[in-house]
């Protein structure tokens, strides 16, 4: 870390307008902080001894060097800790063994969409719509630019939004996978299908990549075979399997049982469950879908978490890393930082009358965790 120059005393405090400052994702070794500020401004990160100075407008501090399971208290100079900015953090704790691999998973990239801030038909919007400046590439491109790609590919599903997704993310070659979304099916049943469900074998863990798409729904369900298909993928497997896919579960112990649920059906989310819980190498369940950081876990299965990643388009500019070791492995929820990428998602926390940034960041356990096989 760099540490304050010597005209600056170590407990010295600067007074500059900080904005947005929050702990954003933690890591085995390492952890990451940002906000922003007036241009120009700087402002002083303090992490356990160490102290880091930045410069606005763009404050994006990484913290590296940190011990596994440790706590560190931690602080921004004029800043009030709170519920985004704890004055204390604990870094996660290591799985056993070797790393054998790391994969990058991204969600809702809405390649061709030109608005963003809607909540349904017009009279429903409760604003701000944002869109890119005149003469500015479109917003979707800035920030995927910057895997496994779970789902919402596009905006309506044209076949120009698709190549759009393709020719951006085609730079990883066979090592990208990806299944559709919603979004996806608007106009064509078919686009992106990509023969799900499949798997992916990298070194430590099979990768199960599952299509949870109703053509021309908002939801999602998991027909029977692709329940079975799972099922056998776990009994041929003798290895852990992660699962991937673009609708989130509904959390099977709620006291009230929608009709309509906006991401996996009820009947659906149970049996996927289910079939985790039969099936010890099954262990967590990944998607997007929601905007939003958010994980369940139920006892029924083993406590292994059941997964959303918030999206790539907007605030935070998300992306998942997950590192796999021998005996288990971590989620770490990553922000885009490329400067024009990190003003955008700046500028959409104001979605939703102001309260979006904090809806879609959802809780540090919910970006970043371990577990143990």
Known sequence: ???????????????????????????????????????????????????????????????????????????????????????????????????????????????????????????????????????DPPYPEVMNGAVIVKGDLTERGSEEQFAAFLAAYGVFGD????????????????????????????????????????????GGHLPDHQLQWLADLAVETSGPILVFGHHDVWPIDAPVRPADYFGLTPDSSEALVAVVARHDNLVGYFAGHTHGNRVYRFPSARNVPFGEVACTKDYPGAWAEYRVYEGGYTQEVHRVTAPAAFDWAEATRAMYLGLYGELARGELAARCFTQAF
């Open 1 to 135: 870390m760099a540490a304050v120059g010597p005209d600056r005393p170590p407990d010295s405090r600067l007074t500059v307008p900080v904005a947005h400052a929050e702990l954003f994702s933690v890591g085995c070794d390492r952890a990451l902080v940002t906000f922003t500020s007036g241009a120009g401004e700087s402002a002083v990160t303090r992490c356990g001894d160490d102290a880091i100075e930045t410069v606005g407008p763009r404050h994006v501090v990484g913290l590296d060097g940190l011990e596994p399971d440790t706590e560190y208290p931690l602080a921004v100079d004029g800043v009030e800790p709170d519920a985004g900015l704890p004055a204390r953090f604990r870094t996660l704790a290591r799985p056993a063994g070797r790393v054998l691999a790391t994969i990058a998973t991204a969600n809702d990239v809405h390649f061709g969409e030109t608005e963003c801030g809607h909540l349904g038909p017009p009279h429903e919007d409760i604003g701000p719509v944002l869109q890119s400046a005149p003469g």
């Open 175 to 218: 090592r990208l996978a990806f299944v559709r979304g919603n979004h996806d099916a608007m106009q064509d049943p078919t686009l992106a299908v990509e023969d799900a469900p499949y798997s992916v074998e990298v070194d430590g863990v099979t990768l199960a990549v599952l299509d949870t798409v109703i053509p021309g729904r908002v």
